[in-house]
């Protein structure tokens, strides 16, 4: 099976109307199928019938294959992921053009099916099919059989986003204050002195009530603080020296020349909207469309880290579940981990570890298990790796890398690795009791949709008739830092002026009234703020809690 196939499988059957779990109505979907001894595993080699013995779960789980045991498909040896192992976190790697892309498309069409939401990150624009019926093919017949598919064609209910506007999809935008310093020095690839500046700053704007909506918001704050009436309000905590205050404004101003202004801003994104049912009763597939902005990976990787860090705050604490609230799945993960700072680093391996009790799964998607941090590794506990090549040295030493990652098997991996064709990968998981199954050999199934994308025109119609794009299309300038720093300015030297003819010119007349408060003084004491004051009542000056990301707790 290639990328190029165009197939489909059978949907799960329905089950009848009811409320689902969080209260709407529609067919709630039947439980994945509890697996049984395998038909016909007895006569199954020794080896082989050990390692499907593994996978013969009995409770729901998702079906991903068929046992490749010394160069034959073994149709009953079926090789399965338990669905309440999903949120245990998983990664899917291997070399371009192996099926990493159709082995998302195969779990995440099986998650819906269970009423389980998935959030997929579309880099390449070719998961779009995931919403329409496949197209039948010699191949796929051949694969179906190989595996013991029941194959029927199905689409699936998809939204579909866009960062900030550019390209197709649903606008997602976030507030730079939601954002946080830690995740926007990421993006703009601050080192750590210029990190714990903009950190500084942040601190400044949350205490004195100064908004940071946009990024014209943000350059405000900085420019005040390094100008003659502000570059004292930071002295007591540290200050801000010029020459940061530069390198993060000229980082911001080539980050905006990216064109990458329109992803900060109102309104912004709510992230529970990826938790939502489909009016049937399936899982809502949210897929995020990305090749307009594939160029701009720093930004793209690390806003999908903003919408985990949201749900982290927003979710309460589930525990173990039979079933996760939403599967998030990262492609390009390499891109996330690539000049990452330290406290970046700590901060994505806190959230993966903590995120899976409040029901949340993730995949990362990448090459090789080496592009993802050892202590992130560590909280993967399932693994579907496709082929990697050992053409060069370093691939040779990525190959042993990856086979230590695996429990003792009797297969040569090394060998194994290379040799996989297209929509073969190597697997363990979780079992039910949390211990990893045998390392699997396994022959994929077709996925049930589309292996293509679907036209521009049908995607621009999926866009316009979904019911957030009225919510989300539009942008909105609210007042916020910018305006209230430009109108304080304004109200400043309107003050010097009129202070400067209104002193007298005769020797030993009285003095003049001190002039050298610093701007937020004479801020405090203007009538914008005395509104602000009654507006936000005990709030101001108090400082905004931040999450393991320095984002907003909203």
């Not at 990328?3 to 979907?29: C, F, V």
């Amino acid at each position: 099976m290639t990328d190029s196939d165009q197939t489909a499988a059978a949907p799960e059957p329905m089950g009848a109307a009811g409320p689902d779990e969080t209260g709407a109505r529609g067919r709630t979907p039947a439980p994945a199928a509890a697996s049984a001894p395998p038909p016909g595993s007895a006569s199954l080699p020794p080896a082989a019938a050990e390692i499907a013995a593994g996978y013969g779960f009995t409770g729901p789980a998702m079906e991903l294959g068929a046992l490749l045991w010394d160069g034959q498909c073994l149709p009953g040896a079926p090789i399965r992921i338990p669905l309440a192992m999903l949120n245990r976190h998983g990664l899917v790697a291997g070399a371009t053009g192996t099926g990493k892309t159709k082995t998302l498309q195969l779990i995440a069409e099986q998650l819906s099916a269970n009423g389980v939401p998935v959030f997929l990150a579309d880099v390449k624009g070719d998961v779009s099919g995931i919403s329409a019926p496949g197209k039948a093919g010699d191949k796929v017949a051949e694969r179906s059989a190989q595996v013991g598919q029941d194959w029927e064609a199905a689409g699936f209910p998809c939204e579909f986003y866009g960062l900030g506007g550019i390209g197709p999809g649903i606008p997602l935008r976030a507030t730079v204050t939601s954002f946080g310093p830690v995740l926007l020095s990421k993006v703009l690839q601050l080192n750590q002195t210029q990190e714990q500046s903009l950190g500084l700053i942040f601190h400044y704007a949350d205490s004195k009530g100064l908004e940071l909506y946009d990024l014209k918001d943000l350059k405000a704050v900085v420019g005040f603080l390094v100008s003659d009436v502000g570059k004292a309000e930071l002295k007591g905590i540290g200050g801000l020296s010029s020459t940061t205050a530069g390198v993060i404004l000229r980082s911001i101003t080539a980050f905006e020349q990216q064109g990458a202004e329109s992803f900060f801003g109102e309104p912004e994104f709510d992230t529970s909207e990826l938790l939502r049912p489909a009016p049937d009763g399936r899982g809502l597939v949210s897929v995020l469309e990305l090749p307009a902005v594939q160029d701009k990976p720093q930004l793209f990787s690390t806003f999908l880290m903003w919408l985990l860090a949201d749900l982290f705050q927003k979710l309460p604490e589930v525990g173990d579940v039979d079933r996760p609230k939403l599967v998030f799945f990262f492609d390009e993960a390499h891109l996330l981990f690539n000049g990452a700072s330290k406290a970046f680093l700590e901060s994505i391996t806190q959230t993966v570890r903590l995120i899976r009790s409040k029901g949340v799964g993730i995949f990362f998607v990448t090459q090789t298990p080496k592009d993802v941090p050892g202590d992130v590794l560590a909280q993967l506990g399932n693994r579907v790796q496709h082929a990697l090549r050992a053409f060069t040295p370093d691939d040779a030493k990525a190959l042993k890398a990856t086979v230590r990652t695996f429990p003792n098997s009797p297969y040569d991996l090394e060998e194994l690795l290379t040799g996989l064709g297209t929509g073969e990968a190597v697997i363990t998981v979780l079992s039910e009791n949390g211990a990893p199954t045998p390392v699997a050999a396994t022959r994929l199934r077709a996925p049930q949709s589309l292996m293509a994308p679907i036209d521009a025109a049908a995607l621009e119609a999926a866009v316009k008739s979904s019911l957030l794009y009225g919510r989300y299309a539009e942008p909105v300038d609210r007042e916020s830092a910018f305006e209230k720093l430009s109108a304080a300015e304004r109200t400043r030297q309107a003050a010097s002026v009129e202070a400067a003819l209104n002193t007298p010119s005769e020797k030993g007349s009285a003095r003049p009234k001190k002039q050298d408060a610093s701007l937020a003084e004479q801020v405090v004491g203007s009538g914008i703020f005395r509104s602000l004051a009654r507006s936000l009542g005990t709030q101001l000056g108090r400082e905004i809690s931040r999450s393991l990301f320095g984002t907003r707790r909203r």
